[in-house]
């Protein structure tokens, strides 16, 4: 059974960081590219990163490039989402899922892509 466990949210100030995991089991992690995604109160969920396993590539949204890194750890079957100089505007409800493919592909930031999901995690930045 494929698991995602999101985790690492909370309340932070705008400028400041967060480090969120996403901790995979029950499928072989090298198969599958990994992607986080967002959803803010009365808006649609959001493609923020992906990171594809077939060749380390890695995406992200505009409005987040030069700001969030996205990585994996294949030993920990973990992928990691840094995010830094976070402004209230990132706040939201944020969830890792798992495509039915190695690699992140053109379409990555649609939630569709993505064949599984994890709970999601809060981030709230303050102003």
Do not use: H
Request: include cysteine.
């Amino acid at each position: 059974e494929v698991q995602l466990q999101a985790s690492g949210g909370g309340l932070v100030q705008a400028g400041g960081s967060l480090r969120l995991s996403c901790a995979a089991s029950g499928f072989t992690f090298d198969d599958y590219a990994i992607g986080w995604f967002r959803q803010a109160p009365g808006k649609e969920r959001e493609g923020v990163s992906c990171i594809s396993s077939s060749d380390g590539s890695t995406y992200y949204a505009d409005s987040v490039k030069g700001r969030f890194t996205i990585s994996s750890d294949n030993a920990k079957n973990t992928v990691y989402l840094q995010m830094n100089s976070l402004k209230p505007e990132d706040t939201a409800v944020y969830y890792c899922a798992a495509a039915d493919d190695p690699s992140c592909g053109s379409s990555w930031y649609k939630a569709e892509t993505m064949g599984y999901w994890g709970q999601g995690t809060l981030v709230t930045v303050s102003s």
